[in-house]
C-alpha cells in the first residue's frame, strides 16, 4: 500500500494480533452490555419503569455501538499517513465505508441523546410537584423527541454529502481554493492512473 511519499505493509503477525485485540475488546464491550442490562432488570423495582426503559434503550444503542465498531467495521489509523484501514465483516461483505460512517456517527448521536434523556428524566423526578417547570408525561415525550431529532438530523445527512468521481475531481483540482494541499505530500491521494485528486464533502451544520 502506497500512499504519497509513504509506503506501508502490513505482516500476517501484524493482522492477526490486531483481530484478536479488536475481538477481545468487543466480546468485554458486549459482555459488559448484557450484565448492565441484566442489572437494570433486577433493579427495576427501586428505579421507576420509565427510567428503566430509558436506561434499556441507552445500553442497546451502547451495544449496537460496540457490536458495529469491533466486529462490523475494525478501524486501524495509519501513521503518519493521516487515514484509516478497515477490516472486518463489513468490510468483507463489501460494504461501504461511507456507510460505515453513517452508522457510526447516527449511533453515537443517538447515544448521546439518550443519555441527556436519561439525566432530563432524573432532573423532572427531583422536582416538586407543584414546580413550573414539571413536566407531564407527555411533555418528558415530546422533550425526549426533540433531543433524539436534534441529535440524528446531522449525521443522517452524511448519507447526502456528495461524492465526486474522478472527472469531477479533476475540475474541482483545477479550479478549487484548497488546490495548494496538493503541494503538501503528505495529503496527496493517488489514483490507480498516479493522478493527485481531492474529494470535496459538504458537510451540513446543524444545531
Same mark, same amino acid.
Given at each position: ?65 460496540? %457490536? ?5 467495521? #475494525? !478501524?486501524?489509523?495509519?501513521? *503518519? /499517513?493521516?487515514? &484509516? =484501514? ?55 415525550? %415530546? ?5 433524539? #431529532? !436534534?441529535?440524528?438530523?446531522? *449525521? /443522517?445527512?452524511? &448519507? =447526502? ?47
Amino acid at each position: 500500500m502506497s500512499f504519497a511519499n509513504y509506503s506501508i505493509s502490513f505482516s500476517h503477525e501484524f493482522e492477526t494480533t490486531r483481530i484478536a485485540l479488536f475481538g477481545f475488546i468487543g466480546a468485554l464491550a458486549v459482555s459488559a452490555n448484557v450484565l448492565c442490562m441484566f442489572f437494570t432488570f433486577r433493579q427495576s423495582s427501586a428505579l421507576s419503569s420509565e427510567y428503566v426503559k430509558v436506561l434499556l434503550i441507552l445500553r442497546i444503542l451502547q451495544l449496537v455501538y460496540d %457490536t458495529h465498531t469491533c466486529l462490523f467495521f #475494525i !478501524v486501524a489509523p495509519l501513521f *503518519p /499517513l493521516k487515514g &484509516i =484501514f478497515m477490516k472486518g465483516i463489513g468490510a468483507y461483505l463489501g460494504m461501504n465505508a461511507h456507510i460505515s460512517l453513517v452508522i457510526n456517527l447516527t449511533v453515537l448521536s443517538m447515544i448521546c441523546a439518550w443519555f441527556n434523556c436519561c439525566l432530563f428524566h432524573r432532573h423532572q423526578v427531583i422536582l416538586p410537584f407543584d414546580h413550573p417547570i414539571k413536566l407531564q408525561p407527555r411533555g418528558i415525550y %415530546t422533550v425526549y423527541l426533540i433531543m433524539n #431529532i !436534534v441529535m440524528i438530523v446531522n *449525521p /443522517l445527512s452524511f &448519507i =447526502f454529502t456528495t461524492k465526486n468521481d474522478q472527472e469531477e475531481q479533476r475540475t474541482i483540482i483545477a479550479n478549487s481554493p484548497m488546490a495548494w494541499l496538493l503541494d503538501v505530500p503528505s495529503y496527496k491521494i493517488y489514483t490507480d492512473e498516479n493522478c493527485p485528486l481531492i474529494m470535496t464533502f459538504h458537510f451540513p451544520l446543524t444545531l
